[in-house]
């Protein structure tokens, strides 16, 4: 029983090496190519990944009838802005968004796994793929943002939503204070993955 | 009784790292890539919305591969195991097994171009293929929609008061587990009927029906262990759910 605590001296190389050997025999097998993995990774670099949703929530920050539009109908809201072909692609068919406001706070969770609203987000991080969270956040979500760096008041309702079937959501998050006057560009800039999952808020001013 | 199925509320794992990075190391980038590409090429892509002309692409893959196959892979493992592994290491040991389990390579070809690579750092074959590659990019633009033509009515409506189902524990579910037996309040009837991936068996899943956005009092779930002033969604197909 002890050995199975025990992880292999060179797990990491070791991993590596298995993964290229498998990515090779694919190649020669004639199932992938020696292109494929490259362009589905440059694909989430480019195409769909967290700047997406900056950009949305940056939109919903300075037009409250978008904003209205988004959390009444998310996937025509999307398509209203200019983003490329995709927005309802993989793990993006049925994407729903939820505000922040003073007296709510969402917080998004896959307990069964990590679901992800790719398109709009790219692919998840680390923390929300791990099994502590997932079991942890479900129950505790207020002690959890508390780790996390997040305090409220007894008058905010904490909503988490479990993932367990076909949509994916993301959470608009609350607009700083102090951000009147930037542009839709620069207000992008303040929001990060982690505020549109609800385990941050948004940035107050851009990092430097 | 699986530990993956029933996470929710499980007590004493500590902090949670919040690590922020997607990938850790960069291997994990290849495993991730090679699974987009197993589901983007899978056979199951014939009946989806759209049909995709998966006979038309010139790979050699002729499996259906979705995300139940990985979730399965995952859920079967020795629980210990599925913490102490990471996530991309579940995806590696999974896929791999299941190239093998299917015939495309054999263990002892891995196993000797694995020795080999941890040897020398060679690089991989180079082989090009449109096709198959804009197959692939078509399915992530594209996706594959649960959403089916209806097949009747809704058993349930907004409002009502539902308990969920102790379905028999299988393999694989969407029904977490902490849910079993509790009593919600319907929020939303999702429009349009959902298929999953594959049958579950006698947990119910598979042909298409209704999904609902159900609202649970924390405090139904967790008794005394629940936090103030918190709420709980969970989206559940209609089969989890009875009045």
Redesign the interface.
């Known amino acids: 029983m002890s050995e199975?605590?025990q992880?292999p001296q060179?797990r990491?190389?070791?991993?590596?090496?298995?993964?290229?050997?498998?990515?090779?025999?694919?190649?020669?097998?004639?199932?992938?190519?020696?292109?494929?993995?490259?362009?589905?990774?440059n694909?989430f670099e480019k195409e769909?990944g967290p700047f997406n949703g900056a950009k949305l929530v940056a939109k919903a920050w300075v037009d409250p009838e978008f904003k209205a539009r988004l959390l009444k109908d998310t996937p025509s809201a999307i398509a209203e802005m200019n983003f490329p072909?995709?927005m309802?692609?993989?793990?993006?068919?049925?994407m729903e968004a939820v505000a922040n406001t003073p007296t709510v706070h969402n917080l998004i969770v896959c307990?069964?796994?990590?679901c992800y609203p790719w398109p709009i987000l790219?692919?998840?991080?680390?923390?929300y793929?791990?099994?502590?969270?997932?079991?942890?956040a479900?129950?505790?979500?207020?002690?959890?943002l508390q780790?996390?760096g997040l305090t409220f008041n007894?008058?905010?309702?904490?909503?988490?939503?479990?993932?367990?079937?076909?949509?994916r959501w993301f959470v608009i998050p609350e607009r700083p204070a102090g951000t009147e006057g930037m542009s839709e560009a620069q207000l992008a800039t303040l929001v990060t993955?982690?505020s549109m999952m609800g385990?941050a808020k948004a940035k107050s001013s851009p990092s430097f | 009784m699986k530990l993956q199925h029933n996470l929710g509320g499980l007590e004493g794992l500590g902090p949670v790292d919040f690590e922020k990075r997607v990938f850790v190391e960069p291997w994990e980038t290849r495993i991730f890539g090679i699974h987009v590409a197993m589901m983007a090429l899978s056979q199951h892509l014939k009946e989806a919305i759209p049909k995709y002309p998966i006979d038309q692409v010139p790979t050699s893959f002729k499996s259906t591969w979705t995300w139940a196959d990985l979730r399965k892979g995952a859920e079967a493992m020795h629980p210990f195991d599925y913490f102490k592994y990471r996530y991309y290491e579940k995806w590696l040991g999974g896929i791999s097994a299941f190239f093998v389990s299917q015939g495309y390579i054999s263990q002892e070809e891995l196993v000797a171009k694995t020795s080999a690579y941890l040897k020398e750092k060679g690089s991989i074959p180079e082989s090009r293929n449109e096709p198959i590659d804009n197959q692939i990019i078509e399915y992530l633009r594209v996706g594959d929609p649960g959403e089916r033509e209806l097949a009747g009515e809704p058993k349930f409506s907004k409002n009502d008061t539902i308990r969920v189902k102790n379905v028999p524990p299988v393999d694989h579910t969407r029904l977490p587990g902490h849910l079993r037996g509790k009593t919600g309040i319907v929020d939303k009837v999702y429009s349009g009927f959902y298929v999953y991936f594959c049958s579950t068996g006698p947990d119910g899943l598979g042909e298409p029906m209704p999904v609902y956005r159900v609202r649970f009092d924390p405090k139904e779930i967790w008794g005394e262990l629940a936090e103030e002033k918190s709420v709980v969604y969970a989206d559940l197909y209609e089969t989890y759910l009875e009045s």
């Open positions: 199975r605590f992880y060179d990491e190389v070791y991993s590596a090496a298995k993964v290229k050997a498998l990515e090779s025999l694919l190649i020669e097998k004639g199932i992938i190519t020696s292109e494929t993995v490259d362009k589905v990774l694909y769909m072909r995709g309802t692609g993989a793990e993006g068919e049925n307990t069964l796994c990590s790219g692919l998840p991080p680390y923390w793929k791990d099994p502590t969270f997932r079991a942890r479900i129950r505790e979500p207020r002690k959890i780790e996390f007894d008058d905010v309702e904490i909503r988490v939503w479990d993932s367990s079937a076909q949509i993955p982690e385990s």
